[in-house]
């Protein structure tokens, strides 16, 4: 984007100068200075591009006042331009500036408008833990973004994704300032809101509960290793079944696996018994394929298998 961020960036040449003998002088640190004449930025032949930023409707703005940029070291001076309300140094060196974005949103995009009559400008987003040192986390860790020199107002977008966790603090550092015509002219910080939680899936009971497998009255004893499919009547979106697994009729030692019918045996066990002759019961949920259908694998001995489904999960 070539457009500036704040609309004080129109004000430029003669008109900053009037607007700056009206405004007077601007001090918000020690220190500051501010330019009476209107001297640096754009001259009045200069041509800001005229369109805003183009916002994205999904995000949130954080607009950041040029004021607000600091020098980095004492031993810096801050220039104030009264009637533009930029800002720049006094001395070789950079500006910086908090980002403070609520807790919990996600820091998207930062768009920074400057200008510089001279390259070597570098701007990047610094992040600072409790327990650790700054450290450069966007654009392009570990050069940061470099900013082209130019006759008029500039823009620079980059975008990023960082989570404010709110064990962190964040600093923008525009670094390389060599003259008073290299100024800050506004930054706008997009973030978005925390990404929404996974929904839960929906549980749909079976009513009634429908017995889908009965091997006394239908096939018989399930035998060691023997693969059946068991249609359990749902399907379309449904990611699970709910299943009522029963054993009866058993014989020494031995399982029952459940499992979706178009995968091969993945080494599970749905439910177990250690003699003969038991009658246990236990709650399975368990993944269908998409017809709705289920295998059921035998362990190392018979037994009888019924199947009732609870319900379903969408």
Known sequence: ????????????????????????SLSTTAGAQTDPSG?????????????????????????VDPTLFEPISTGQGRFINAASGTSSATAAGGLLAPVIVPVGNVLKEITFAYFSTADGLNLGL????????????????PTGLNLPAGAD?????FKLDETVDGTSTYMILLNGISSL??????????????????SLPAFVPALPIARVLDTRTTGGKLE????????????????????????????????????PADVAYPGNSSINWSASDQNIANGVLTAVDATGKVKIRGGVNPTHVVIDVVGALL
């Open 39 to 63: 001297g640096f930025g754009p001259s009045a032949t200069a041509t800001p591009a005229a369109a805003a930023p183009a916002l994205d409707p999904d995000l949130s703005y954080l607009p």
């Open 1 to 24: 984007m070539d457009h500036p961020v704040n609309r004080r960036t129109l004000l430029a040449g003669a008109g900053a100068t009037a607007a700056a003998a009206t405004i007077g």
């Open 153 to 157: 107002i500039q823009t620079a977008t």
């Open 224 to 259: 060691p290793n023997e693969e059946r499919i068991v249609s359990l009547g749902v399907a379309g979106s449904v990611s699970a079944a709910v299943i009522n697994l029963t054993v009866t009729g058993t014989e020494g030692a031995g399982f029952v696996a459940v499992f």
């Open 181 to 198: 015509t290299q100024s800050v002219h506004g930054m706008l910080v997009g973030y978005a809101p925390p990404p929404a939680p996974p």
């Open 126 to 141: 610094w992040r600072k833990r409790l327990t650790t040192g700054w450290a450069l986390i966007a654009p392009n860790p």
